[in-house]
């Protein structure tokens, strides 16, 4: 299985961005996948995840109500839209995937397939 992120780029506080992860070498619709993100210094913190049908999210505190996940099974797509941008979203989104049922999704051990991540950046 492959996961390739693209779509990142540069932005400006406020600004709408919407990030992609294209999937393949597996049955997608057998996935739960993950976003996380990664700032320069910071350790890879968990961002959302979505259910194997789409019906089920989950997000960070620090982007509830701002980022949406989804996916298309269909195209073996997942997407990242990230509205009301602020410079501490600033980072390299990875998505992530795994095939295994776990109690919590929030967790990078939770999953065992990664992309080499996009760069956002969000100017002040």
């Known amino acids: 299985v492959q996961l390739v992120e693209s779509g990142g780029g540069l932005v400006r506080t406020g600004d709408s961005l919407r990030i992609l992860c294209t999937f393949s070498?597996?049955?997608?619709?057998?996935?739960?996948l993950g976003w996380f993100r990664q700032a320069p210094g910071r350790e890879r913190e968990f961002v959302a995840t979505i259910s194997r049908t789409g019906l089920n999210d989950d997000y960070a505190d620090s982007v509830k109500g701002r980022f949406t996940a989804s996916r298309d099974n269909a195209r073996d797509a997942l997407y990242l839209e990230m509205d009301s941008l602020q410079p501490e979203d600033t980072a390299v989104y990875y998505c992530?995937?795994?095939?295994?049922?776990?109690?919590?999704?929030?967790?990078?051990?939770?999953?065992?397939?990664w992309g080499q991540g996009t760069q956002v950046t969000v100017s002040s």
């Open positions: 070498g597996g049955t997608f619709s057998s996935y739960q």
């Open positions: 992530a995937a795994t095939s295994s049922i776990w109690r919590n999704y929030d967790r990078a051990q939770s999953y065992d397939v």
